[in-house]
């Protein structure tokens, strides 16, 4: 039983890894400047990585689930914020967004929806879901 | 164990696609072109230039007076100018990514008028951390710097008031962002992007047209 439940958990990892490469990859590679909220987001995601995967590689599984669960939920709190703002939900004056990129910047846009925003928001929804489902089951 | 194992392999497996995505996107990128529009941006007449303007090699200069790498590389490019003699011309424009940045181009392009544009633009770069601290901009403290480079400031300050300035950097700006110019210092050399930003590859780019 152990087994299939730590597949949830070991989801979650991985969507917190391939969020973080992938982010890396906009910024390193594709050379994007990352924007004052993308940053809180990233501060969001990329301990994800750490802590779930030390979970998994010990025996701390449940206890870096409930670590990383309000760490998820601020960046989803984020991104949510973010999502609206290209949106254009959210006006950019109530941005804390100060000289360099406007956060309102869209740098890219798949399938005329998929924004960089879009994807952190279901990252992290994606990785709510896993931990979650994971910590029913535990405490079951 | 097995669990350790797949997260140890999807480490490795999500790293090597990584570099591996990176390499296939630089070798899509590497070959940057400019369209004519875009050529036609890099050098407006009223541009500044050190050089002659029959110079075989002509490196543009997109900066920040506010900017540090712009105030180390300042030196080091006009050093090329004068090495490469009659060879090489430099073209200086903004980009006042910094707030009050723009406060501070309006003063070197003012000392245009009195002939003193060199001397007012070297002046401000070597001193900046005089009038930027942690990448806040006071332009009032640049005063001292002008002055004592020789500047008359009573004059300057008159001549800042030209809307010519204004349009002057305003046409910067928009050129700027036409050529994709994110970053300060950002060179161009016979109209050919630097991609890999450094004095060397900077140094091999214009030996290349040399």
Redesign the interface.
């Known amino acids: 039983m152990a087994?299939k439940l730590?597949l949830f958990l070991?989801f979650a990892?991985?969507v917190a890894?391939?969020s973080t490469?992938g982010s890396?990859?906009f910024s390193?590679?594709?050379?994007f400047?990352p924007c004052t909220l993308c940053w809180y987001q990233r501060i969001a995601m990329y301990p994800l990585v750490f802590i779930l995967?030390q979970g998994?590689?010990t025996k701390e599984t449940t206890a870096s689930a409930k670590i990383a669960l309000p760490i998820a939920l601020s960046g989803w709190v984020m991104a949510a914020y973010h999502t609206l703002l290209h949106a254009g939900i959210i006006s950019e004056e109530a941005v804390p967004c100060s000289?360099?990129v406007p956060c309102s910047v869209k740098y890219i846009e798949w399938f005329g929806f998929v924004s960089i925003p879009v994807l952190s928001l279901a990252g992290f929804s994606l990785i709510i879901g896993a931990i979650v489902l994971y910590l029913r089951r535990v405490s079951r | 164990m097995n669990q350790r194992l797949l997260v140890v392999a999807s480490v490795v497996l999500l790293i090597v696609a990584f570099m591996f995505a990176a390499k296939q996107y630089q070798a899509s990128q590497s070959a940057p072109t400019m369209s004519k529009e875009q050529q036609a941006r890099l050098m407006p007449s009223y541009a500044p230039t050190l050089g002659p303007s029959d110079a075989k090699v002509t490196l543009v200069e997109f900066f920040d007076p506010a900017c540090g790498t712009c105030a180390q590389f300042s030196p080091l490019t006009k050093a090329l100018v004068k090495e490469y003699g009659g060879k090489l011309r430099l073209v200086l424009r903004y980009a006042p990514f910094h707030e009050g940045s723009e406060t501070v181009v309006q003063m070197i392009e003012a000392a245009k008028a009195q002939g003193k544009y060199w001397e007012a633009l070297s002046a401000l770069l070597a001193s900046q951390q005089t009038w930027v601290f942690n990448h806040r901009v006071f332009p009032e403290r640049a005063w001292p710097v002008l002055e004592q480079a020789g500047v008359d400031i009573v004059a300057l300050k008159e001549a800042m008031k030209d809307p010519k300035i204004q349009a002057i950097i305003a046409q910067d700006v928009a050129d700027g962002k036409a050529l994709g110019v994110s970053k300060t210092p950002s060179f161009f050399v016979n109209g050919t992007p630097l991609e890999r930003f450094g004095y060397e590859p900077l140094v091999q780019l214009i030996k290349s047209y040399m």
Do not use: N, S
Request: proline share 0%.
């Open positions: 087994k730590h070991f990892w991985l890894t391939v490469l890396l990859f390193e590679v594709m050379a400047i995967g998994l590689l000289q360099g």
